[in-house]
């Protein structure tokens, strides 16, 4: 299994910044890729961002220039700092690790979410 601690989140005003960081630890598996995904009220969970471990990074659309991820591998962290933030950016946030085992299998794991909420 896999335990994650999440922090950040909260209340912002449009045009705000808020920061996300998530710990990933886990004696079973490899982590590979790391990332956040979120999921409005009524809609489909969809992805942010997401890092592997040879750092090569992966945003959707809606949030280039605006967020930025990060990790640190060592650490098995990732972090999200979101600038810029619009009441469209409103969700629950997951971080998710995709991981490998020793037979090579792979799996993904989430978090528990937080919540960001972008509204005057």
């Known amino acids: 299994q896999v335990q994650f601690v999440e922090s950040g989140g909260g209340l912002v005003q449009p045009g705000g910044s808020l920061s996300l960081s998530c710990a990933a630890s886990t004696t079973s598996f490899n982590v590979y890729i790391m990332g956040w995904y979120r999921q409005a009220p009524g809609e489909q969970r969809e992805l942010v961002a997401t890092?592997?471990?040879?750092?090569?990074?992966n945003y959707a659309d809606s949030v280039k220039a605006r967020f930025t991820i990060s990790r640190d591998s060592a650490k098995n962290t990732v972090y999200l700092q979101m600038n810029s933030l619009k009441p469209e950016d409103t969700a629950v946030y997951y971080c998710n690790a995709d991981v490998q085992n020793a037979n090579g299998r792979t799996f993904r794991f989430w978090g528990q979410g937080t919540q960001v909420t972008v509204s005057s």
């Open positions: 890092i592997s471990t040879l750092g090569s990074i």
